[in-house]
């Protein structure tokens, strides 16, 4: 079946704009997680989501990260004034539930001009 | 918070030999432990879980064993293969099973 979907697969823009990230999940998987992977190093944990509840917004670095689910499914992570320090690959995965093993889309790569 | 260590990072042998990854981590609490393989360019690929009501696991050539009481756990490549070359990832799920936290990587490159 179709995977974790992940748009664009790369993304060029210049410091201070804002930048937009999609992630279609696997279909019926509730919780949904956000990732960064800066060249070279392991994955940072970033945002959480499970059905309705209220996010685990724990792992943004700054008040410029955001994100939102909507329906329950698609999510979309909002960097805004976008800085040199936030290019890296955004890793978006999904899981059935909870505590279930996470799935990983092919992630979109930022860079900041 | 949870914290991960992994060990090497990287690592280099020859076709046909073993290799092992090494993880530690911090929090007690943390119950599941999955290793993921990436290969350059690509999405990180779960390859094997354990959890922590098991001591180990195997699946074919790959195997992954956990010692709770040192909050320990390790990933097994037996008869390694040239596509078997690429970063290795483990990771432990905690703050009550929202997240995982990553190692750093091991880089594993199988020579022929």
């Known amino acids: 079946g179709a995977g974790v979907s992940q748009s664009p697969s790369n993304k060029v823009t210049e410091k201070g704009k804002d930048v937009e990230l999609r992630c279609d999940p696997i279909?019926?998987?509730?919780?949904l997680y956000w990732y960064r992977q800066s060249l070279g190093q392991g994955l940072e944990f970033l945002i959480y989501?499970?059905?309705?509840?209220?996010?685990?917004k724990s792992g943004l670095p700054s008040d410029r990260f955001s994100a939102e689910r909507t329906g329950g499914s698609v999510s979309t992570l909002t960097i805004q004034r976008t800085q040199q320090e936030d290019s890296a690959v955004y890793l978006c995965?999904?899981?059935?539930?909870?505590?279930?093993?996470?799935?990983f889309g092919d992630g979109t790569r930022l860079s900041i001009l | 918070g949870e914290n991960v260590e992994q060990h090497p990072s990287t690592l280099s042998v020859q076709e046909g030999d073993s290799a092992v990854i090494k993880c530690t981590y911090s929090?007690?609490?943390?119950?599941?432990f999955p290793w993921y393989k990436q290969e350059l360019g690509k999405r990180p690929q779960l390859i094997i879980d354990?959890?922590?009501?098991?001591g180990e696991k195997k699946d074919q050539r790959i195997a992954v064993t956990l010692n709770k009481t040192a909050k320990h756990f390790s990933l097994h490549i037996t008869e390694t293969q040239p596509e078997d070359s690429a970063v290795y990832f483990c990771?432990?799920?905690?703050?009550?099973?929202?997240?995982?936290?990553f190692g750093t990587g091991t880089q594993l490159k199988v020579e022929l």
């Open positions: 929090d007690s609490a943390s119950n599941y």
């Open positions: 279909s019926g998987h509730t919780a």
């Open positions: 989501f499970q059905g309705n509840s209220a996010p685990d």
């Open positions: 354990i959890r922590s009501n098991v």
């Open positions: 990771a432990a799920l905690t703050g009550g099973g929202n997240k995982l936290t």
């Open positions: 995965a999904s899981s059935p539930v909870m505590n279930q093993p996470q799935h």
